[in-house]
C-alpha cells in the first residue's frame, strides 16, 4: 500500500508540474463574464450550459464577436435586410440574415438554416477564427480548424471531453475575445471596445484580466519550447479505502516532502523526465522511495523500487491533443487559460515581477467531463463513478529582470471520491490531498537537455498488469481479473 501512496503522490505532483491548471466547476464564470458585456444571455435559471449550442445560438453570437448586433437588428427591423429561411426564429431573423447575406454563414437548404440544429465545434471554431479575421479555404481549411486554432490560442477543451456543449461555446468565446485578430494590431474584446460594440467599462474586469495574461505569458515565453526545475513540496494526503469483502479496509493519514526535478522540452516533440523522491511519514512509521518517469516517443517509462515498467500512451490518450493542451499552456499563446482564471495581479518585489493568479471553478468541471468520458469505456460489468474536486486553487510566478521565469509556486487542495462495483464485490475509495510547492528554474528552452536510461529491461504493461499497480494489496486488486 505504501508504494501505491508514493506512486499516488507522484502523479499529482507530474499534475502541478506540468502546470495544469487546478480550480473547479464548469464555465459559469466564464458565461457571467461574457452576459456583463453582452455576449451571452441565460433567463432565470441560467445559461444552460450543460447542453449543446444549436446553430441559431452560434449565429447570434458570431454576429455579436463581429460587433453588429446593433446594425443586424436595425437593417432587418427596417426591410432592408432579409432571409428566405422558414425555421428561424425573430430572435435569431436579424442575426442569420446578417451573416448569409455576407456569405460567412449558410443554410441547410435553399428555405431552411438549420436552427435548431446542434452547433458543432467544428462550426463554431469556424465561426470564431472568421471573427478574428481568417478565412477558410484561403487562411485554413474547415476540416483542419480546429487544429488552426489551437495555434491562435482558441482551445476546443470538448475534443478531450468528446461533446461540444454551450459550456464550451463559453469558453471558446472567452478565449477568442483574449486573441489577437489576424492583423496582429490588437485583440478581439479591444477591437470591440474601440468600434463601440463592447461598454469598456462593463468589459473592463475581462480586459484586466486579459491583458494581465497576456503580460505574464510574454514574459514566461521562454519557458514554451523547455522547462527544468527543481521541485520541493509538501503535501498532506488523507486515504481511506474499503470494500465490501473487507479485503481492504485503511484510514490512513501521512504527510510526505516530495524533492526532485521535472524537465519537459516541447520542441517538436514531446519529452519528459521526472524523478521524485518521496519521503512519507504516517504516524510511527516512515518510507523513503524515489520514483522516476520518462516520456519518450509516445511511451511513458516507470521505475519506482525494484520495479521497472513501460506503457504505450497512444493507448491512454491521443498524444497530438496532449500535445496541443500542452502547448497552450505553456505560454505560447496568450487565451487558451483564460476561461480558468478568477483573477490575475502583478506587483514589483525588487528587480522582480510576481504575478499572482486564483482560480475558477473550470477545472472540476472539465475533469469531471474528462473522467465520465474514460469511464464509458470500462467494461459493463464495471461500475465506477469518480468525483474530482479542488477547495483552493493559488499560483504564483516570479519574472526576473531579463524577462524570464525565475520561480513559480503553487498552493492547492483536491479531493477525489470513488465507488467502484462489479456486482459482487464494491470498493470505497476517498483521497484528500493538500500541497504547497516551489519550483525554481534551472534552465529554460534550448537549454534544457534530457539524458535518457538504457529502457531494454523496463517490463510492457498490458491491461491486467495496469490492473494490480501497487501489488497484491493495491487498491485496484479486488477487480484485476474484471480489468483485464
Known amino acids: 500500500m505504501k508504494r501505491f501512496c508514493s506512486l499516488l503522490l507522484s502523479v499529482f505532483l507530474l499534475t502541478a508540474s506540468l502546470g495544469v491548471q487546478v480550480s473547479a466547476a464548469s464555465y459559469e464564470d466564464a458565461a457571467k463574464d461574457l452576459a456583463a458585456i453582452g455576449m451571452m444571455k441565460g433567463d432565470a435559471s441560467g445559461f444552460a450550459l450543460d447542453r449543446a449550442p444549436t446553430r441559431a ?14 446594425e443586424a437588428k436595425a437593417a432587418y427591423a427596417d426591410g432592408t435586410l432579409t432571409h428566405g429561411f422558414t425555421d428561424v426564429s425573430d430572435t435569431a431573423a436579424p442575426h442569420v440574415a446578417w451573416l448569409t447575406v455576407r456569405g460567412i454563414a449558410n443554410g441547410t437548404s435553399a428555405t431552411t438554416f438549420g436552427a435548431s ?24 481549411e474547415y476540416a483542419d480548424a480546429q487544429a488552426f486554432a489551437m495555434t491562435k490560442g482558441i482551445l476546443d477543451f470538448s475534443a478531450i471531453t468528446g461533446e461540444f456543449l454551450r459550456d464550451d461555446l463559453a469558453a471558446m468565446t472567452y478565449q477568442a475575445l483574449g486573441t489577437d485578430l489576424k492583423d496582429g494590431s490588437t485583440y478581439l474584446l479591444d477591437s470591440l471596445i474601440r468600434s463601440g460594440a463592447v461598454d469598456a467599462e462593463a468589459a473592463k474586469p475581462m480586459t484586466d484580466k486579459i491583458e494581465a ?22 503535501m498532506g494526503i488523507g486515504i481511506s479505502m474499503k470494500s465490501t469483502d473487507n479485503s481492504v479496509n485503511m484510514d490512513e493519514k501521512m504527510e510526505a516532502v516530495v524533492k526532485g526535478n521535472v524537465k519537459v522540452i516541447l520542441d517538436k516533440d514531446f ?8 519521503d512519507m511519514k504516517s504516524g510511527d512509521e516512515s518510507e523513503s522511495q524515489k520514483v522516476e518517469y520518462w516520456l519518450k516517443d509516445g511511451v511513458m517509462y516507470v521505475r519506482a523500487g525494484d520495479e521497472a515498467y513501460q506503457m504505450p500512451m497512444g493507448s491512454q490518450m491521443d498524444m497530438e491533443t ?3 493542451l500542452i502547448e497552450q499552456t505553456s505560454g505560447k499563446t496568450s487565451a487558451a487559460m483564460l476561461p480558468f482564471i478568477d483573477t490575475i495581479t502583478s506587483k514589483t518585489s525588487g528587480d522582480n515581477t510576481v504575478y499572482t493568479l486564483t482560480l475558477n471553478d473550470a477545472f472540476t468541471g472539465l475533469m469531471n ?3 465520465g468520458q474514460i469511464l464509458n469505456l470500462m467494461p459493463a460489468s464495471l461500475d465506477v463513478d469518480v468525483k474530482f474536486s479542488v477547495d483552493k486553487g493559488e499560483i504564483t510566478y516570479t519574472i526576473g529582470k531579463d524577462g524570464n521565469l525565475k520561480d513559480a509556486a503553487l498552493q492547492v487542495e483536491l479531493k477525489a471520491d470513488v465507488q467502484a462495483a462489479d456486482g459482487k464485490d464494491s470498493l470505497t475509495v476517498n483521497v484528500v490531498l493538500g500541497m504547497d510547492m516551489t519550483m525554481k528554474v534551472n534552465a529554460l528552452g534550448k537549454d534544457v537537455k534530457i539524458t535518457y536510461p538504457d529502457f531494454s529491461g523496463f517490463e510492457k504493461l498490458e491491461n491486467e498488469a495496469l490492473a494490480s499497480i501497487g501489488g497484491a494489496d493495491g487498491p485496484t486488486s479486488i477487480f484485476a481479473a474484471k480489468i483485464a
Not at 445560438?57 to 446593433?70: S, T
Open 57 to 70: 445560438e452560434a449565429a447570434i453570437m458570431l454576429v455579436r464577436l463581429f460587433g453588429a448586433e446593433d
Open 117 to 140: 440544429n446542434p452547433c458543432t465545434s467544428q462550426m463554431y471554431t469556424t465561426f470564431l477564427l472568421r471573427a478574428l479575421g481568417y478565412q477558410d479555404k484561403t487562411d485554413f
Open 213 to 234: 495574461c497576456r503580460a505574464l505569458q510574454a514574459s514566461s515565453m521562454s519557458a514554451s519550447q523547455g522547462l527544468d526545475t527543481a521541485v520541493d513540496a509538501k
Open 271 to 278: 519529452q519528459m523526465a521526472m524523478d521524485m523522491t518521496v
Open 322 to 324: 496532449l500535445m496541443a
Open 369 to 371: 467531463r474528462l473522467l
